[in-house]
């Protein structure tokens, strides 16, 4: 839980720091090793560990925001890829996600409509950006929204 709570400040901290100029030394040019959520499951059987997923949209602005700043701050970067498994999810994936025996599918409703799997993982509550963290034993400590 130390680990989670270590993010959590991180990307509190880097966050905030949106207003700092491009030239700043916590951009990096290093990434997140960004997996999809089928990639972890499987290596999550190989070598457990805790993920980060980020549940975004194509047309969330603060999402993308939050990927210019919190998510490309060298610190963020280095814990994250360091201690996590790191998954992206689009909140209105259009395809299947097979997890295990459990296939989500994409829900046509309203003007966009939702994938199952990150609609399950919100408890319902579709809200972009959203950061949830796993324990190692695949627990959901819940939504983290905005």
Same mark, same amino acid.
């Given at each position: 839980?130390?680990? $989670?709570?270590?993010?959590?400040?991180?990307? %509190?901290? #880097?966050?905030?720091?949106?207003?700092?100029?491009?030239? &700043?030394? @916590?951009?990096?040019?290093?990434?997140?090793?960004?997996?999809?959520?089928?990639e972890a499951f499987a290596?999550?059987?190989?070598?457990?560990?805790?993920?980060?997923?980020?549940?975004?949209?194509?047309?969330?602005?603060?999402?993308?925001?939050?990927?210019?700043?919190?998510?490309?701050?060298?610190? $963020?970067?280095?814990?994250?890829?360091?201690? %996590?498994? #790191?998954?992206?999810?689009?909140g209105e994936f259009k395809? &299947?996600? @097979?997890?295990?025996?459990?296939?989500?599918?994409?829900?046509?409703?309203?003007?966009?409509?939702?994938?199952?799997?990150?609609?399950?993982?919100?408890?319902?509550?579709?809200?972009?950006?959203?950061?949830?963290?796993?324990?190692?034993?695949?627990?959901?400590?819940?939504?983290?929204?905005?």
């Amino acid at each position: 839980m130390k680990c $989670v709570g270590t993010l959590i400040i991180l990307l %509190f901290v #880097a966050n905030f720091s949106f207003g700092l100029s491009d030239s &700043d030394s @916590t951009k990096s040019t290093h990434r997140i090793n960004w997996l999809s959520f089928e990639e972890a499951f499987a290596l999550q059987h190989i070598t457990p560990k805790k993920w980060v997923i980020d549940i975004s949209t194509e047309w969330c602005g603060w999402c993308k925001r939050m990927d210019q700043t919190t998510f490309s701050d060298s610190l $963020v970067i280095e814990h994250v890829n360091a201690n %996590f498994y #790191a998954v992206a999810l689009d909140g209105e994936f259009k395809g &299947d996600i @097979t997890v295990g025996e459990q296939t989500y599918k994409f829900v046509a409703e309203g003007r966009r409509g939702y994938n199952q799997l990150p609609a399950e993982l919100m408890g319902g509550k579709m809200s972009y950006p959203t950061v949830i963290f796993f324990g190692e034993n695949l627990q959901n400590y819940g939504p983290v929204p905005g």
